[in-house]
């Protein structure tokens, strides 16, 4: 804190002689004071899900203040807005904009554009937006209320609606199609068009402790399939986390997630309904989306509904420098964080019938 508020004053004597209005420099003074409050500064929302009533640390004994890797905080502006020139340091507004400033912190949002550019399929907004361009000043610095979550009401800005409307917006707008009347209301914009889900997969806090080092401590990332989870009644992308704790306790999170790899086209039909998945899943059968395959982790490519009870992900330990399969001597602890939802037999029976209409 006394960090931040030194940053204040210096910034605002800095504005002062470089001419700044007065209005204009008590706005950024109190995106300053709120930013103390903000989830990059707290990172409430990690702590808040780690150590929930049914989170990780009922698994670890860890509470999150204990974590040596709970470090993903943004500690001042400088973070940020600090450029370093030949003559001097400065505050830099172009700085902040810059996505690459996003992405020294935001490791999972830049694995995800790499495996999009690997697989020669970049998101469609790559290339001509910035993170900045949807996420807004109030949510980076915050506003003053301590949110529990960037899900949390009134936490964030950002949608595809600010954008994409149906009555025009400043882009493409969102077509009148049979798809769009059909789903209205009971589907978000990504459980159509986010490509699929993001996970660095099988995170072991056995491996985590012993090496410091979260890259060695997963087994996998992975980005083949799609996870559907409901948020606030409506069907939207999400991802998971598998965890394992001590003693190979496995653990698993279910939450809505928003994938930076955004298709223009939404799906065709039959990729969501009476797939292999869903048809197991709305028998109530189980449905296993991953296992080893010539020492290889594999997952199923396709839409995978949340019916938490019945998915049977692989959970893995590592021995050398190998990750291999293990039997858990019970089921995994499952939670469903940052509010998600599990889908209804409701939707299951939906997606689980053959459509046939245009898109």
């Known amino acids: 804190m006394r960090q931040l508020a030194v940053f204040v004053l210096v910034f605002a ?61 943004v500690a001042s502006c400088n973070d940020c807005h600090l450029k370093k020139t030949d ?46 361009d949807c996420h807004t000043a109030r949510e980076v610095h915050g506003d003053g209320n301590c949110y529990d979550s960037m899900r949390a009401p009134g936490a964030m800005d950002a949608k595809c609606t600010n954008c994409h409307k149906p009555e025009g917006g400043e882009y493409t707008p969102v077509p009148a199609s049979t798809s769009h009347k059909v ?89 969501c309904h009476a797939t292999d998945a869903v048809n197991v899943l709305a028998k109530g059968g189980r449905f296993a989306p991953g296992g080893m395959e010539n020492g290889k982790l594999v997952f199923y490519k396709g839409v995978i509904p949340l019916v938490p009870d019945r998915l049977d992900w692989p959970f893995l330990e590592k021995k050398g420098k190998d990750w291999t399969v293990f039997a858990p001597d019970s089921g995994p602890m499952i939670q469903l964080g940052v509010y998600a939802e599990p889908l209804s ?15």
């Open 345 to 359: 037999d409701t939707d299951l029976k939906k997606m689980n019938t053959k459509q046939t209409y245009k898109q």
């Open 87 to 132: 003559d001097c340091l400065g505050f830099s507004l172009e700085m902040a904009r810059q996505s690459e400033t996003c992405l020294k912190c935001h490791a999972r949002e830049k694995a995800t554009l790499g495996m999009d550019k690997a697989a020669g399929t970049p998101g469609v907004h790559m290339g001509f937006l910035a993170c900045a």
């Open 183 to 271: 789903h209205k209301d009971k589907l978000d914009c990504t459980a159509c068009h986010v490509s699929n889900t993001m996970t660095c997969y099988n995170c072991h806090f056995g491996v985590l402790k012993e090496t410091g080092k979260k890259s060695e401590s997963f087994a996998a990332k992975a980005k083949d399939f799609l996870l559907l989870v409901k948020f606030e009644g409506r069907v939207t992308s999400g991802t998971l986390q598998t965890l394992v704790g001590p003693d190979n306790y496995p653990f698993v999170t279910y939450v809505p997630y928003f994938t930076h790899s955004i298709m223009p086209q939404g799906r065709k039909c039959e990729e």
């Open 13 to 73: 004597l800095t504005c002062l002689s470089a001419g700044w209005t007065h209005a204009a420099n008590e706005e950024v003074v109190k995106e300053c004071e709120c930013f103390a409050t903000s989830l990059h500064h707290t990172t409430r929302g990690m702590s808040h899900w780690y150590d929930a009533s049914d989170g990780f640390s009922a698994v670890t004994g860890v509470p999150y203040k204990d974590l040596g890797c709970k470090g993903c905080h």
